[in-house]
């Protein structure tokens, strides 16, 4: 049922903030703790330097689907984002069963990162149960989102920032420690595409950002925020996956490499400023995850494609039900992860949901070029269809690769990431044939 809004209660989000915390917020809701790992996966199938031209190569990829964002929030900036520009670009039910689907990615990267931060934690402070932390961790993030999307964004500033500068710092530090010699390796084809399959997870999220255009003082200024934190992100983990490349005696199967890479490069000094950065990357995980997402499912339930409630501003100017409704589910989620220890499931699923979504993005650009002409566009992706249809076809097949890619569950034969995303389009599909069926009957004949 659509609850109205009372007299005093917020209706519209507000404009207040800028360029800084575009960067922050996107570079910020990719920059996962469980990125660490995602990179020794890269290494298995892509060793040494090959890792770092898989990482470089996804990225210099994402700058397509950047693009392809851009253009998008440039036609119609809202915090609707995907469903808006789907339903114009493509239309029902696929739009909503899609960006149901869609809001899940920001579910399997926070538990994932919930996994990581549990076993950094545990690994540096044993006393205290995991469970506790990871909780009280998304419990933080929780409270800053619900102090306003100011504060919000103050956090994701100061946190992005300062971490980006402790991996950079460490990485170049690790770069210059004594090399440990290694067998050059040379990966097949196959593996690197692997690889590359991979590393698009390491960018997903960097899109997320877009839900926050309805509170941006310049939407225009989108494009530029993407591609610095693209840029940022890149330098980032090469250099991470440049200092692994450099220590082959670091153990595929370490759940926290970043610790380990930190000991080596700076002794017992880099061992805690990389454990700092565990802590703080998941904090901006967390947070902007929450942002973000809080935001699309205000949005849905607006138009009354999720329960009213959801849809209601705090005094700050805040979905506050949407947070909560998140953050539980985040913690069920973690909590699940954590016992099963099924991170590589996640991964996978997510980079194989993130190209799904860019491919869909590409579909919604093209789709809203020859239906809706008419809408001014601030920014168009250049070169006519040619960014499109790329993204459609290279993404199309990275989403194929990770899909079906092993994640060492029972039955290796089986491609359980696949499996995994189309139940969760199954029910997103019943979910959304019984909404639409309900508005249907309710709508004024």
């Known amino acids: 049922m659509h609850v109205a809004p009372s007299a005093d209660q917020p209706t519209v989000l507000q404009r207040v903030l800028g360029m800084r915390t575009i960067v922050s917020t996107s570079a910020g809701l990719a920059f996962a703790a469980v990125n660490f790992l995602t990179v020794m996966e890269i290494r298995k199938s892509a060793p040494g330097a ?15 689907a950047a693009a392809v964002f851009s253009e998008l929030n440039g036609t119609i900036p809202s915090a609707a984002g995907i469903r808006v520009w789907t339903l114009r670009g493509i239309g029902d039910p696929f739009s909503l069963s899609f960006t149901l689907l869609y809001l899940t990615t920001v579910l399997l990267v926070i538990a994932a990162d919930g996994f990581v931060l549990g076993a950094a934690l545990h690994v540096a402070i044993p006393i205290v149960p995991a469970y506790l932390w990871i909780l009280a961790f998304l419990g933080l993030a929780l409270w800053s989102n619900l102090r306003g999307v100011h504060m919000a964004g103050l956090v994701q500033d100061l946190t992005t920032y300062l971490l980006l500068l402790a991996l950079i710092g460490v990485g170049l530090a690790g770069i210059l420690s004594p090399r440990v010699a290694a067998p050059s390796i040379h990966p097949s084809a196959v593996g690197l595409i692997t690889a590359i399959a991979l590393a698009v997870f ?157 491919v869909v993005a590409a579909l919604a650009v093209l789709g809203l070029r020859r239906k809706h002409p008419e809408i001014e566009r601030t920014w168009r992706a250049p070169w006519g269809r040619v960014i499109p249809i790329a993204t459609i076809i290279l993404f199309g097949g990275l989403g194929i690769a990770a899909g079906t890619t092993a994640t060492g569950l029972p039955l290796p034969w089986m491609p359980w990431p696949f499996v995994m995303l189309v139940v969760l389009a199954i029910l997103a599909l019943l979910y959304t044939r019984r909404t639409l069926a309900r508005r249907n009957q309710s709508a004024p004949r």
């Not at 090959?50 to 994402?62: M, S």
């Open 50 to 64: 090959y890792a770092i031209l898989a990482i470089l190569i996804a990225g210099a990829l994402c700058l397509l």
């Open 202 to 358: 390491i960018y997903t999220g960097f899109e997320w950002v877009t839900p926050l255009a309805e509170e941006l003082r310049d939407p225009r200024r989108m494009p530029a925020g993407l591609g610095f934190a693209l840029l940022l992100l890149g330098v980032g983990f090469s250099l991470f996956a440049a200092v692994t490349g450099r220590l082959p005696a670091l153990s595929a199967a370490n759940l926290t490499p970043q610790l380990q890479v930190g000991r080596q490069a700076l002794g017992s000094v880099g061992f805690w400023i990389m454990f700092g950065v565990t802590v703080v990357t998941a904090g901006t995980t967390f947070n902007g995850g929450f942002a973000a997402a809080s935001r699309l499912v205000y949005a849905l339930a607006r138009g009354r494609y999720l329960p009213g409630r959801l849809g209601q501003l705090n005094r700050r100017f805040v979905p506050h039900n949407a947070l909560w409704l998140l953050c539980l589910v985040a913690m069920a989620m973690t909590v699940v992860v954590y016992a099963t220890r099924a991170y590589l499931l996640l991964i996978n699923a997510g980079a194989a949901l993130e190209s799904a979504m860019y």
